[in-house]
Nanobody, 126 residues
C-alpha cells in the first residue's frame, strides 16, 4: 500500500521559513514526478510546486515563485518544500502528491497525480 506522509507544518510567523517533508512508502517514485498542492479554507485545492524524477526540472505557481523551493532525495523516496518569506495568504493545508505515470519532464496536470498524502496544516500569523 502506497503512503505519503507529510511533516513540518504548524504555526509560523510571517516571514518564517519552515520546510515540509513528504516521505513515500510502498513503492518508489524515483522515476516519477512529485509535487505539493495546498487548500486554504473556503478555496479549491491549488498547485504549489512540482519536481521531475531527476530533480532537474521544477515548476512553481506564480504565487510562490522565488519564495518556495522544491527538492527531492530519491534515495529516501522523499520530497521537500522549503518555504521562505511566508505570508498570511500562504495559510493552508499542504498536500504532497506523487504521479504513477508522469516523469515530470513536462508539467504534469493534476489528474496525473495518483497518490496523495493526508495533508499538513501551515498557519502563518501576521
Amino acid at each position: 500500500q502506497v503512503q505519503l506522509a507529510e511533516s513540518g507544518g504548524g504555526l509560523v510567523q510571517a516571514g518564517g521559513s519552515p520546510r515540509l517533508s513528504c516521505a513515500a512508502s510502498g513503492r518508489t517514485f524515483s522515476s516519477n514526478a512529485m509535487g505539493w498542492f495546498r487548500q486554504a479554507p473556503g478555496k479549491e485545492r491549488e498547485f504549489v510546486a512540482a519536481i521531475g524524477w531527476s530533480g532537474s526540472t521544477t515548476y512553481y505557481a506564480d504565487s510562490v515563485k522565488g519564495r518556495f523551493t522544491i527538492s527531492r532525495d530519491n534515495a529516501k523516496n522523499t520530497v521537500y518544500l522549503q518555504m521562505n518569506s511566508l505570508k498570511p495568504g500562504d495559510t493552508a493545508v499542504y498536500f504532497c502528491a506523487a504521479s504513477g505515470r508522469c516523469s515530470g519532464s513536462y508539467y504534469c496536470p493534476v489528474y496525473e497525480y495518483d497518490y496523495w498524502g493526508q495533508g499538513t496544516q501551515v498557519t502563518v500569523s501576521s
